[in-house]
T-cell receptor, first 116, second 114 residues
Framework: SQKIEQNSEALNIQEGKTATLTCNYTNYSPAYLQWYRQDPGRGPVFLLLIRENEKEKRKERLKVTFDTTLKQSLFHITASQPADSATYLCALDSIAGSGNTGKLIFGQGTTLQVKP | DTGVSQDPRHKITKRGQNVTFRCDPISEHNRLYWYRQTLGQGPEFLTYFQNEAQLEKSRLLSDRFSAERPKGSFSTLEIQRTEQGDSAMYLC????????????FGQGTRLTVV
């Protein structure tokens, strides 16, 4: 069955450093991969989407890579700030029948703590 | 605010009672999704609608769960005869098939079954 793995251990880094989060998947070939941010008690908020034919995508201090051979995505936050502290979720799309349903399969999330 | 709205934000109920949650998606979105999230886990897909048609239901969705989206606008998720294992955050998300990109989530309904 499809499986998505994110590092379940919290990531603690110092302000100003680059945070790198990993998402690995098996038994799957997604058309696209998404990253979301979730704060405690709130719903996930979309950050970035990368398609299977894209190697890298950037948005301000965020960078996502997608290696379909390794079945892995890396999510980077450069010049991290305490306000970046949150749980980050990796999500893959699900293809069914005639096309993309928009249904997402999520990893368990990695909690990032940025210390001042 | 034109985002996805969920009501109530919190619900405490006794085991065996029925509960109903409401989701108002972003108005121009034709797809609506329900997810469930427990502590320390990512959201798990429950069901989704395209307009008023319910197109897929997860095997996680037992017979006690039912969802509707009359007229293709708001949606309701009902849980009958609640069990303690139903305690979770229930998240609603909407999206647009034409654009086929990200999902917009509501703030969720936190259900506690005592």
């Amino acid at each position: 069955s499809q499986k998505i793995e994110q590092n379940s251990e919290a990531l603690n880094i110092q302000e100003g450093k680059t945070a790198t989060l990993t998402c690995n998947y098996t038994n799957y070939s997604p058309a696209y991969l998404q990253w979301y941010r979730q704060d405690p008690g709130r719903g996930p908020v979309f950050l970035l989407l990368i398609r299977e034919n894209e190697k890298e995508k950037r948005k301000e201090r965020l960078k996502v890579t997608f290696d379909t051979t390794l079945k892995q995505s890396l999510f980077h936050i450069t010049a991290s700030q305490p306000a970046d502290s949150a749980t980050y979720l990796c999500a893959l799309d699900s293809i069914a029948g005639s096309g993309n349903t928009g249904k997402l399969i999520f990893g368990q999330g990695t909690t990032l703590q940025v210390k001042p | 605010d034109t985002g996805v709205s969920q009501d109530p934000r919190h619900k405490i109920t006794k085991r065996g009672q029925n509960v109903t949650f409401r989701c108002d998606p972003i108005s121009e979105h034709n797809r609506l999704y329900w997810y469930r999230q427990t502590l320390g886990q990512g959201p798990e897909f429950l069901t989704y609608f395209q307009n008023e048609a319910q197109l897929e239901k997860s095997r996680l969705l037992s017979d006690r769960f039912s969802a509707e989206r009359p007229k293709g606008s708001f949606s309701t998720l009902e849980i009958q005869r609640t069990e303690q294992g139903d305690s979770a955050m229930y998240l609603c998300a909407s999206g647009n098939m034409k654009w086929n990109t990200e999902a917009f989530f509501g703030q969720g309904t936190r259900l506690t079954v005592v």
